[in-house]
């Protein structure tokens, strides 16, 4: 029997993830909200459909299919969306690339591998950073008792989502499944339930989506179904004859996938005959097309020349081009109740386009839809062009980027090290590091970053207290003297096996973490729960957590409450000037061993240059650690002896090439690395 404990006797579901082992009482998790198979094919023949009226779509490729798209074929109950949502790496892609294939939709052995992972930065990383949807069709036949069911094959549309796993983009993974009414969850039969399996579970749960549980690489020969089956059985008390057994490589079990989704999960509800209601999902910008939108109709029917408004800026557009993802974009002209798929009306800027807002047709008013919760910044960090010059170049890139990533925050900021930059804040250090990739990759910016740091609290004498994204915003305003220091804490939920668990809470501990929850999920996998301040975890906590544990550690936090605690500013200075940009938050009592690190990571990032260089790390007046890096040009062909020129040149080009992205800091340079570097210590 699976359960959650309860809190108390009122059991609310947002607070579901929340409060997952968090008290005393347990309630078991039977509410688990299911299509009712035999509803869905009754309302097919009560609408009296005709079912020849389909074209066959299974077994034909996307650009076939373009010309004979009808979407009025498809109405709600004729639709089905749904996400894939796992652990990191448990085959949601491969899955998704398999399903895509099976319906004809992408041809089989396309060539690429996770077609649905687009992104350059996806394909080199081997992640989901984005999630994406595609639209499929499938023919599908009912068993059931009904004679015309059992017959005739129904055409039905799906759509679906796959999102990434990594905990930096749950964000994603929530925005997705406002647009599902269901949600396939994968579980890796040899690795078992993980921390994210966990996490994306109660999203799902908590958006009242019908899960399917899918255990997947059944080939693998350390593969354990039965024990998988077992803990989804005593964690989320999903009956263990609903997983279906899956292997995405081999193609084994696959058929019985889309049969699941279309006969357990509901389709989507709204009324097609309310006025339009269409929420913004996501939206990216094309040189050409300008902003294209992802939207889920809610209500109504949009078609192309249509007026919309936007609910949240009021501004009025025409519908220019409207369609599904089939993968590409394939325009239908109409987009029905249910349905999923992308409108090109003519936005030009990322302002226009909010992810979460209401559009609707300009002649009339509409309640606008509850969008989605706001996001939360993790870590705040300076983005600067390598080249000062090239500050418009970047606010631009920026601009285009952060309409594909709206969970980004950017307001503008000067540095007296570092010029003309941006403050941003994102979800984590990994969704942190993909953007600066994408910056680079996708719009060729070259961006230094400064040291990351959470959103601290600090009250000063007068009694005002402020927000701190920016160490070197802090005051210096003799006046107004610091008097108390908060700052964010996250819970943590770590599973791992058994014997870890003493190496887990040493280092816990040297986090300053405080236990709230340690318990077994079955004879070999330990759960732990820890409240640890966010500044902890931020800076390699996960990769020393896959260390001590051979990698067999999973992780996901959620933030919680700030508290109390003593921090300081400690400042580096180059040859007595400081460097604004490499001040950082730190707690007082590692104060001192972070300004060692810092320092000596920095000598040895700074290359001799033709004058001596002190470098110190200080709080307030106090230096805490110091080095010296002495005169003289580093020589790289010192190792060069005799030999072939080509081979010098190759090495003098490649010095140079590392200047450009050299930042001068009063007369000292400082290379793009030592920056970056620095993230790893403070
Ligand atoms: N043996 C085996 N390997 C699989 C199977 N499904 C996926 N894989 C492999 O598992 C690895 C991860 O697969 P992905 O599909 O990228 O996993 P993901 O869950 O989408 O990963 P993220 O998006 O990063 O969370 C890849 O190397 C796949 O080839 C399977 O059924 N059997």
Known sequence: MGYLRRASNTFRLPKLRSLLYASSEFIPLSVINRANPIESRLSCTQFGWNHHAFCSHSRQNSKDNANCIDLSQYPTER????????????GKSTLADRLLELTGTIKRGHGQPQYLDKLQVERERGITVKAQTATMFHDHKFQGTNAIDAQEPVGFLLNLIDTPGHVDFSYEVSRSLAACQGALLVVDAAQGVQAQTVANFYLAFESNLAIIPVINKIDQPTADPDRVKAQLKSIFDLDPNDALLTSAKTGQGLEHVLPAVIERMPPPPGNCNSPLRMLLLDSYYDEYKGVICHVAV???????????????????????????????????????????????SGMRSTKEARVGDTLHQSRSIVEPLPGFKPVKHMVFSGVYPVDGSDFEALNHAIERLT?????????????????????????????????????????????????????????????????????????????????????????????????????????CSERRGEQLEYTFIDSQRAFMKYRLPLREIVVDFYN???????????????????????????????????????????????????GRDLVEKLKKFIDRQMFEIIIQAAIGSKVVARETVSAMRKNVLAKCYGGDVTRKKKLLEKQKEGKKRMKRVGSVDIPQEAFHELLKVS
């Open 79 to 90: 639709i089905r969306n749904f996400s894939i949502i796992a652990h990191v790496d448990h």
């Open 544 to 594: 020393e957590l896959k260390s001590i544990t051979s990698g067999y550690a999973s992780f996901d936090y959620e933030d919680s409450d700030y508290q109390a605690s003593d921090l300081v500013k400690l400042d580096i200075l180059l040859n007595g000037q400081p460097v604004d940009a490499m001040a950082a938050i730190v707690h007082n009592l590692k104060a001192q061993r972070v």
């Open 403 to 507: 309409c594909n990533d709206a969970s980004v925050s950017v307001t503008k900021e000067s540095s007296t090290a570092l010029g003309l930059g941006f403050r941003c804040g994102f979800l984590g250090l990994l969704h942190m590091d993909v953007f600066h990739q994408r910056l680079e990759q996708e719009y060729g910016a070259h961006v230094i970053s400064t040291v990351p740091t959470v959103p601290y609290i600090f009250e000063y004498s007068d009694g005002s207290k402020v927000q701190v994204q920016n160490p070197a915003a802090l005051s210096s305003n003799p006046k107004q003297r610091v008097t108390a220091t908060w700052e964010p804490t996250v819970i943590a939920t770590i599973i791992i096996p058994s014997e870890y668990v003493g190496a887990v809470i040493t280092l």
């Open 298 to 344: 809610v209500d109504g029917t949009l078609r192309k020349g249509d007026k919309i408004s936007s609910a949240a800026t009021g501004q009025s557009y025409e519908v220019l081009d409207v369609g599904i993802m089939h993968p590409e974009l394939t325009p239908t002209g109409v987009l029905l109740t249910g349905q999923v798929g992308y409108v090109v």
